[in-house]
């Protein structure tokens, strides 16, 4: 009875949020903070799926779930999204209203009905999914869950075996975009992408996603500061001063496109020390939350990450759109575990939530169990437990 664990990181934007719209560089790297899956074959033809991050648990016959036939290029996905299958999906997930519960169901149910084996659709399968990253947050969740989703189904229904890494890592990828697809409509592909691969990435709009060389894994304190933040009023806020003041806001532009420019140089420094690396890096942080503050992004909950953390000699700025959201603190190796200590207390004393992470660690993974796992127990576990796993087996 196979059964198999899937794991796939979010993604925080490190540099470039906003100045990417206008085609300047930004810079993503892969996030400590994963999601996790349980995928194992059955005996009754059910697909039976537990997420309970989004409150959803559903079963369904496998018959009932319409199959493709087989294209050109199987199994890397079809050039055109299936739109009379969705609905189909749509209709069998019955679901109310479209939200986080039924796009994570129609996803799952889509990418089966393409790679899904004989066998597997006669034996059926659990399904079940934890994750560590806030919903909504802007750190990549529905990325992380769609890369473990694509990986889960093709390691399950073997499509994975006998490839080179590097292929593996595309035909996941390509699949864990069309999962994004089915979500968000029109993704970048950029958080997907991250997902599978880890590490960091530079990507500019309109060209092809390219890995940041020589990057190292760098440590972070992330504070959600639980203000909703509303992706489309921070963009149409910025196009506005944009058409106002073009003369003004293009050089802050291009500054904060220097600045992933100056991340790749640091990083491809290899007479740098990690020491002066760090400090540097600290800068460009710096430097680029004032230059999105001046933009009108930031957000007094921001603001005040940026001045408990200044006090105690540690760097700030927000990810992603602005407005609300998530910050990222750099903890430089020489600060100590006292001072990180003081730092979260002082912003859950604020209301925030605070989780160290890693930025740059390794994407999607797989573990292969020697006997099936109850699902009842993988559902009880917490990040330290899956955290404290090893043999997983990355796609690089």
């Given at each position: 009875m196979p059964s198999y664990l899937t794991s796939a990181p979010g993604k925080v934007i490190l540099f470039g949020e906003h100045?990417?719209?206008?085609?300047?560089?930004?810079t993503a790297g892969s996030l400590g903070l994963r999601s996790y899956t349980l995928i194992q074959d059955r005996t009754d033809g059910v697909i039976e799926v537990h997420l309970p991050d989004v409150q959803l648990s559903r079963a369904w016959s496998s018959s009932d779930i319409p199959r493709q036939e087989t294209w050109e290029g199987y199994p890397y996905p079809p050039a055109e999204m299936n739109t009379t299958l969705l609905q189909q999906l749509a209709a069998i997930v019955d679901l109310a209203e479209y939200t986080n519960r039924s796009q994570?169901?129609?996803?799952?149910?889509?990418?089966?009905?393409?790679?899904i084996t004989d066998d597997i659709a006669t034996k059926g399968y659990d399904f079940s999914v934890?994750?560590?990253?806030?919903?909504?947050?802007?750190?990549?969740?529905?990325?992380?869950?769609?890369?473990?989703?694509?990986?889960?189904?093709?390691?399950?229904?073997?499509h994975l075996s006998g490839l080179e890494a590097a292929e593996q890592r595309e035909l996941i990828n390509q699949w864990a975009f069309q999962a994004e697809k089915v979500i968000h409509g029109n993704p970048s592909g950029i958080d997907n992408t991250v997902s599978t691969l880890g590490g960091a990435v530079m990507f500019k709009k309109g060209e092809k996603i390219e890995p940041l060389p020589g990057f190292q894994s760098l440590r972070f304190l992330l504070t959600n500061t639980r203000v909703p933040r509303e992706t489309q009023v921070?963009?149409?806020?910025?196009?506005?001063?944009?058409?106002?003041f073009p003369g003004v806001v293009n050089p802050m532009l291009d500054a904060i496109h220097e600045i992933s420019v100056s991340c790749k140089e640091l990083f491809g420094h290899e007479s740098l020390d990690r020491s002066h690396l760090l400090t540097r890096f600290g800068e460009l942080v710096d430097v680029n939350h004032s230059l999105l503050a001046a933009l009108g992004v930031s957000h007094p909950a921001l603001e005040k990450v940026r001045e408990i953390s200044s006090k105690l000699g540690l760097k700030s700025k927000l990810t992603g759109a602005g407005g609300g959201g998530c910050a990222l603190t750099l903890i430089r190796d020489d600060v100590t575990p006292e001072t990180v200590e003081v730092v979260k207390q002082l912003l859950e004393a604020e209301g925030f939530q605070c989780m160290e992470t890693?930025?740059?660690?390794?994407?999607?993974g797989v573990i292969t169990l020697s006997a099936p796992m109850l699902v009842a127990e993988f559902l009880s576990h917490d990040r330290t437990y899956f955290e404290a796993m090893q043999n997983w087996t990355h796609f690089s």
């Open positions: 100045a990417v719209v206008y085609s300047k560089v930004a994570a169901a129609i996803s799952l149910l889509y990418i089966h009905s393409h790679l934890r994750s560590t990253l806030p919903v909504g947050a802007g750190l990549g969740s529905s990325a992380s869950y769609s890369v473990c989703l694509a990986t889960a189904l093709l390691q399950l229904n073997g921070q963009v149409a806020n910025v196009r506005k001063l944009w058409e106002k890693q930025v740059g660690g390794p994407g999607a």
